[in-house]
């Protein structure tokens, strides 16, 4: 008897295909929400939001609704949707240089307001999509075309550390920092943006995961490598964890 | 139904109630600020949306988010506040999302002053944002006509899926006058058809700016264009007071309009043929039926509380009919009727002398012959 093991999901469009570079981590992300968006059937209910960066293509490969933000703003407009709808299911999906430097002001006041939506951000501590520019997430000593002989605090001061932060405010339901760089770790990252989802599906506030992903094209590393990076060097900077997680308490 | 004396801040907020505005969001600033009150004291407990965001630019993206859902719904702000919006604004008109945006005029450049002015005519007019793209502006005169265009711009927004600005000063913002609050009279689209609400039984949908393929932003930019065609020819609107024989027209938006109106009252009780041209609609702008006003004048003199900026519309509407004259105060310097008055006489009487030297012209042009 046949049992079948893997099957695209149905919130991904059929003849989207992903545009990204060899050993780019957005793919993985993307495929993992749309096997969650499949599993609780919210594939009518959802609108997911887009960014600036490679985090913008969404109505390219996602079989759902999908509003486009200004860079940095899409957490505001995922609010004025949620708000609208609030029996929807809003997501927004968005990069480092997006969430966590152009947008960050709104990253945290949406957190503060406990909006119940989800924010998903990539961080590949670069700008990925103009070139490799340093973003507010990169880390010290790492070579950018900003910074060509490796980021200096003295200059440009310390990464900004997203997770911790989104953490620290009132209105978060759920916050954590997850890899994506081994089939263990793909799966942990499933079941913390799993929770995310839920935070926002049972009303609890805002969820936010933030998923460490490789950009070997700009990190000029070849995928294998650019994922031992992140094992090696990254995680040290921006360890992976649960921050904060209200379900917790329920589940001891 | 009964007036009722209101502040022209106020009637704005209480008239997008009642034109069925879902939700606000928005940042204070004066002298607006009157508007956030009242929609935070009576958004809420008619179970509408009600946020003090954290920046204009995230009340300009949260209107953008109701937007897309076909909602209702409206920020508002001052001079450089609005500026902040101007990335939104063009996104918008893009991505033909729907949205009220209220404009409370003060003193500028930079943080200015409180005073009313009406510099930002540009600025509502002429960009900031990037790329073609328009807002449909209305100027209102008076706390009546305020709320009535509060109503329009609700339904404008939504007929034609792109901003509308309401530009006010913040003379008509803090002015107390009497207004009637009539019915919602328009009768809105059906947002069904394009509106994200889930991809239920349908394809999914997108409302994004970004058209990277080749000629497709082109093609969506004329598209857009002929929707902007389609608005002027429908939607321009004006006032236009004793123009019919008047020698000298005036010009003027918002309450700079009713201003003008009474020194051309002064005027024509003292003799002169002077008529007001007031566009209601700055954009689209009543070229038309300028230049046709103008075929008659003498002169026109364009009055404005800024150093001469809806002046070039009205040059380019009166395309050399007759000259056109700008006299203004800016950044919170204000005109009266006797200041316009004065100004009135003494264009007036250039235009005596001006034909008195044409008769001298002729006669002397007889006497060579």
């Known amino acids: 008897m046949e049992t079948l093991v893997y099957k695209r999901p149905e919130s991904l469009l059929k003849d989207g295909h992903f545009t990204f570079c060899p050993g780019c981590g957005h793919g993985v992300v993307l495929r993992i929400i749309a096997e969650l968006i499949d599993e609780y059937n919210l ?31 899409s957490p505001c407009v995922a609010t004025g949707i949620k708000r609208c709808k609030p029996d929807k299911f809003v997501f927004t999906y968005q990069g480092d240089g997006d969430a966590a430097t152009i947008g960050f002001n709104e990253t945290i006041h949406t957190a503060c307001r406990g909006e119940h939506i989800t924010t998903i951000m990539i961080n590949n501590t670069n700008f990925g999509m103009t070139g490799g520019q340093a973003s507010a997430t990169t880390l010290v000593g790492q070579v950018t075309t900003t910074t060509p002989h490796g980021r200096k605090a003295e200059l440009t001061g310390y990464p900004l550390h997203a997770a911790e932060i989104v953490a620290k405010c009132d209105g978060t339901a759920y916050s954590a920092r997850v890899a994506i760089t081994s089939t263990k770790c793909i799966r942990q990252a499933k079941e913390a943006i799993r929770k995310a989802f839920e935070t926002q599906i049972k009303g609890l506030g805002f969820g936010f995961v933030e998923v460490l992903a490789t950009c070997p094209t700009n990190w000029h590393m070849t995928p294998v490598e650019a ?18 997680d209200v379900t917790a308490k329920e589940q001891e | 139904m009964a007036k009722e004396l209101v502040k022209g801040n106020e009637a704005i907020a209480k008239a997008a109630i009642k034109a069925g505005c879902q939700c606000y969001f928005g940042y204070p600033i004066t002298p607006q600020s009157e508007i956030g009150e009242y929609m935070g004291a009576h958004l809420p407990e008619l179970g509408r949306v009600f946020i003090t965001a954290e920046s204009e630019l995230a009340s300009i993206n949260m209107v953008i988010g109701a937007g897309t859902t076909g ?17 939104a604004f063009s996104a918008m008109c893009c991505a033909e999302v729907p949205g009220v945006i209220v404009s409370v005029m003060r003193g500028g450049p930079g943080l200015g002053n409180i005073a009313p002015a009406q510099a930002d005519y540009f600025q509502a007019l002429k960009g900031g944002g990037n790329g073609d793209y328009h807002l449909i502006v209305l100027s209102p005169s008076t706390v009546q006509e305020a709320v009535d265009l509060t109503y329009r711009a609700f339904h404008l927004a939504l007929k034609y899926r792109n901003p509308v600005m309401l530009l006010a000063d913040g003379m008509l913002g803090q002015m107390m006058e009497p207004a009637e609050f009539g019915e919602y009279p328009y009768k809105d689209p059906d947002v069904t058809k394009w509106a994200l609400d889930g991809a ?31 608005v002027a020819k429908e939607e321009t609107t004006y006032e236009s007071y004793m123009t019919g024989d008047a020698r000298l027209i005036l010009t003027a938006f918002g309450t700079v309009g009713r201003i003008a109106k009474s020194a051309v009252q002064k005027a024509r009780k003292a003799g002169m043929k002077v008529g007001l041209f007031r566009p209601i609609t700055l954009y689209p702008f009543p070229e038309k039926q300028l230049h046709e006003a103008a075929q008659h004048a003498d002169m026109i003199l364009d009055l404005e509380l800024n150093k001469g900026q809806m002046l070039l519309d009205v040059r380019s509407a009166v395309f050399g009919a007759c000259p056109v004259e700008f006299f203004g105060r800016t950044a919170g310097g204000l005109l009266t009727p006797d200041m316009m008055f004065e100004k009135i006489q003494e264009l007036y009487k250039k235009l005596d002398n001006r034909l008195e030297a044409k008769i001298e012209a002729g006669v002397k042009k007889l006497w060579k012959h």
Do not use: W
Not at chain 2, 71 to 86: F, P, R, V, Y
């Open chain 1, 43 to 73: 594939q009518k209910d959802t609108i997911a939001i887009s960014s600036v960066g490679c985090s913008i293509f969404l109505e390219k490969f996602f079989n759902l609704d999908v509003a486009g933000a200004s860079h940095g703003r």
């Open chain 1, 227 to 244: 994922v031992k990076q992140i094992e090696n060097v990254t995680e040290t900077v921006h360890p992976l964890g649960v921050f904060k």
């Open chain 2, 71 to 87: 909602t209702k719904a409206m920020t508002s702000s001052s001079s450089c506040g609005i500026a902040l919006m101007q990335e």
């Open chain 2, 200 to 230: 239920n039984n349908r394809e999914p949908r997108n409302i994004v700016s970004l058209h990277m393929p080749e000629g497709e932003m082109e093609a969506l930019t004329n598209r857009i264009f002929e929707k902007y065609e389609q």
